[in-house]
């Protein structure tokens, strides 16, 4: 990413230095630059070579493992640099970390920007999404390069400055966050056609290219299409169904969730694809299980519920279920920008976020620029849920949804992201929840009180001893 960003930056007419602690790495970036059309590239060798070459106030990039190797990366240039200069941690680091780095900065006259970036490889050379926060003088001494290098929608470039503090980190977390869940739901989409539906690769293939036409279109779908099309080399058949079940993850998820329960927000959809990602990982246990329930008397009902099914309504209802569910997703990780902004005294600005948003990065899609509306239309929304906009093609779109969660559970089909999106819709809407009870039960066993809805105050009863005089 780092080499791709630094060729991005030189194509667009900025002259800058390179530097590696491996030196073939920085051989390979001149070689690139040299075959990309004879790009301004300098490389160098050493810390010092590389913090000298740059024209002052200095503006580093650095793109290196999160946590210590970008202290250790700090340090090692810190040393060569003068008052005014700036450090800028392209990596996705924890946004605690980033508040540290900052006011060690500041004791050494230095400035220090924590920037999300999001669109992979490909995104870092052709235009990713940029979510730069802490240092505004930072952050101006490089708006022009950044302004450019980004992902151009028809809005604007795809970075803005974030705010203070950690939050260009926390955004890009959270951005993550919300990735997990559009997977998650994505790949549950495809569960649900392929063993409910008993669509084929070829037909599955056709559908995501379909549907990446309409209200769903996006990187993820559009990606998903292209998935299916890939022949398997090594034998008969499509690559996709050779691939091992087990999915990886480098943290920003877990962090997510983790970030949701300390802001008391609830975010059960991205929670759900977390814990789809650590049952992935339970191969040999999941292998087992499906033994020792089979001779328990299970019966695989997976991949025979597809007779009776009228595929084409199936098809339509899967789409409107994973738009449904996409909205409550995105609900969740605004929810949790909105908090921690309150928290943090950030001032986000949410429209702004759905716009950077809307290229360059992994969760682009045209739905975001509906997001960006609502957000335009209410600053202080509370929630994507109630947009009126949004709230109408829940509402329109709710039945199918209902329908598709119904169908794989009867089918055995596990939609842990769509039955926690439906949940939390249901709960969301629900004027009155039985959390009257759950209050009864605390103040039973640890009279931890309850309020009334038809007075003030806070009460307490002796529930044990009246339910057994009256009983």
């Known amino acids: 990413m780092g080499q791709n960003l630094a060729l991005n930056i030189a194509e667009k007419g900025?002259?800058?230095?390179?530097?590696?602690?491996?030196?073939?790495?920085?051989?390979?970036?001149?070689?690139?630059?040299?075959?990309?059309?004879?790009?301004?590239?300098?490389g160098q060798y050493s810390p010092r070579d590389f913090v000298l070459s740059i024209q002052r106030p200095r503006s580093l990039i650095i793109?290196?493992?999160?946590?210590?190797?970008?202290?250790?990366?700090?340090?090692?240039?810190?040393?060569?640099?003068?008052?005014?200069?700036?450090?800028?941690?392209?990596?996705?680091?924890?946004?605690?970390?980033?508040?540290?780095?900052i006011s060690e900065a500041e004791q050494k006259g230095l400035l220090y920007l924590g920037m999300g970036v999001s669109g992979g490889e490909e995104g870092a050379r052709n235009g990713p999404s940029l979510m730069p926060g802490g240092s505004f003088q930072a952050y101006d001494n490089i708006k022009d390069i950044l302004e450019k290098v980004a992902a151009q929608v028809e809005d604007?470039?795809?970075?803005?400055?974030?705010?203070?503090?950690?939050?260009?980190?926390?955004?890009?977390?959270?951005?993550?966050?919300?990735?997990?869940?559009?997977?998650?739901?994505?790949?549950?989409?495809?569960?649900?056609?392929?063993?409910?539906?008993?669509?084929s690769n070829e037909e599955l293939a056709e559908i995501f290219t379909e549907w990446n036409s309409g209200e769903l279109e996006s990187f993820l779908v559009e990606i998903t299409s292209d998935i299916f099309r890939v022949k398997d080399e090594f034998g008969d058949g499509e690559l996709v169904d050779k691939i091992l079940d087990k999915t990886g993850m480098k943290g920003t998820g877990k962090w997510t969730v983790q970030q949701a329960a300390e802001l008391s927000v609830a975010a059960p959809t991205i929670?759900?694809?977390l814990d789809c990602r650590y049952l992935s990982g339970?191969?040999?246990?999941?292998?087992?299980?499906?033994?020792?329930?089979?001779?328990?008397?299970?019966?695989?009902?997976?991949?025979?519920?597809?007779?009776?099914?009228?595929?084409?309504?199936?098809?339509?209802?899967v789409r409107q279920a994973l738009y449904a569910s996409k909205i409550c997703s995105y609900a969740q990780g605004m929810n949790l920008l909105r908090a921690k902004s309150l928290?943090?005294?950030?001032?986000?600005?949410?429209?702004?976020?759905?716009?950077?948003?809307?290229?360059?990065c992994i969760i682009r899609a045209v739905f975001l620029d509906r997001i960006k509306k609502a957000y335009q239309r209410n600053p202080d929304l509370a929630s994507l849920v109630v947009d009126p906009e949004f709230a109408k093609e829940m509402v329109q779109r709710q039945a199918a949804w209902r329908r598709v969660v119904g169908l794989a559970v009867s089918a055995g089909i596990s939609t842990p992201g769509m039955c926690a999106s439906l949940a939390y819709f249901d709960t969301y809407r629900r004027a009155r929840l039985p959390a009257n009870l759950v209050q009864a039960q605390r103040d039973l066993f640890g009279a931890h009180t309850y309020e009334r809805t038809d007075r003030p105050g806070a009460y307490h009863t002796e529930w044990t001893k009246l339910a057994r005089k009256n009983h």
């Open 63 to 101: 793109l290196v493992k999160a946590g210590a190797p970008v202290d250790q990366t700090i340090d090692a240039f810190s040393e060569y640099m003068e008052p005014g200069d700036c450090i800028i941690d392209g990596g996705n680091e924890w946004y605690q970390n980033t508040e540290r780095r």
């Open 271 to 273: 929670a759900a694809s």
């Open 156 to 199: 604007g470039p795809c970075v803005t400055y974030i705010g203070e503090g950690g939050s260009g980190n926390f955004v890009k977390m959270v951005h993550n966050g919300i990735e997990y869940g559009d997977m998650q739901l994505i790949s549950e989409a495809y569960d649900v056609l392929k063993n409910v539906g008993g669509l």
């Open 14 to 42: 900025f002259p800058i230095s390179v530097y590696n602690r491996t030196t073939s790495k920085v051989d390979e970036t001149l070689d690139r630059a040299a075959v990309e059309g004879n790009l301004p590239v300098s």
């Open 343 to 360: 928290e943090k005294s950030w001032n986000l600005n949410f429209g702004e976020l759905a716009r950077i948003w809307k290229g360059g």
């Open 282 to 317: 339970l191969k040999d246990e999941r292998e087992n299980a499906a033994k020792v329930l089979r001779e328990a008397g299970l019966k695989e009902e997976i991949g025979s519920a597809s007779s009776g099914i009228d595929k084409k309504r199936l098809v339509d209802d």
